[in-house]
T-cell receptor, first 112, second 115 residues
Framework: DGGITQSPKYLFRKEGQNVTLSCEQNLNHDAMYWYRQDPGQGLRLIYYSQIVNDFQKGDIAEGYSVSREKKESFPLTVTSAQKNPTAFYLC???????????FGPGTRLTVL | AQSVAQPEDQVNVAEGNPLTVKCTYSVSGNPYLFWYVQYPNRGLQFLLKYITGDNLVKGSYGFEAEFNKSQTSFHLKKPSALVSDSALYFCAVRDIRDSGYALNFGKGTSLLVTP
């Protein structure tokens, strides 16, 4: 899992609540990513950031928000607007060569 | 957009036999292709990549992949499978986005190696 940490490992949320997933990296990478994994659907890109204070929507950004105030950190907020948030969330980072992404251990979010 | 496809949801192989996990790609230009492995409830681990050069790429844990431009394929192979190779395997391609790059993943292939 390299130098990327995600917390918590498991997260339970009641409907209507916002929750924030943490992602921290000590690899000095500029680019960071959030993916969502559902069974049989592979990984889908939620948001990504190439540099501090800048980020872009991915393919399934609705109902999610992010911030990138520090190079090391890229937290993801799952809002109450996300219709089906139960999933496994993976954070990744890479350097400016964009030749390999390193992944964190993931956070499993369950909506009760 | 660049994309990859993994035509098999599951591959079963006996321990000691060779294994192949298939991946085909659809890209404009030269592809940057990757294989990752995922064990249950874990993040993805990098196995190997093709950027340029030799069509046969060697990676971690004895895995290799063959880039075939005419067949637009990048199949993952191992000469002799181990039970511990049982996991979920993802093929991915680098895609240019509005700002920078991201990976587009296939849906994954579950590999089961039986003793």
């Amino acid at each position: 899992d390299g130098g990327i940490t995600q917390s918590p490992k498991y997260l339970f949320r009641k409907e209507g609540q916002n929750v924030t997933l943490s992602c921290e990296q000590n690899l000095n990478h500029d680019a960071m990513y959030w993916y969502r994994q559902d069974p049989g659907q592979g990984l889908r890109l939620i948001y990504y950031s190439q540099i501090v204070n800048d980020f872009q929507k991915g393919d399934i950004a609705e109902g999610y928000s992010v911030s990138r105030e520090k190079k090391e950190s890229f937290p993801l907020t799952v809002t109450s607007a996300q219709k089906n948030p139960t999933a496994f969330y993976l954070c990744a980072s890479c350097d400016q060569s964009y030749n390999e992404q390193f992944f964190g251990p993931g956070t499993r979010l369950t909506v009760l | 957009a660049q994309s990859v496809a993994q035509p098999e949801d599951q591959v079963n192989v006996a321990e000691g036999n060779p294994l192949t996990v298939k991946c085909t790609y659809s890209v404009s230009g030269n592809p940057y292709l990757f294989w990752y492995v995922q064990y249950p409830n874990r993040g993805l681990q990098f196995l190997l990549k093709y950027i340029t050069g030799d069509n046969l790429v060697k990676g971690s844990y004895g895995f290799e992949a063959e880039f075939n431009k005419s067949q637009t394929s990048f199949h993952l192979k191992k000469p002799s499978a181990l039970v511990s190779d049982s996991a979920l395997y993802f093929c991915a391609v680098r895609d240019i986005r509005d700002s920078g790059y991201a990976l587009n993943f296939g849906k994954g292939t579950s590999l089961l190696v039986t003793p």
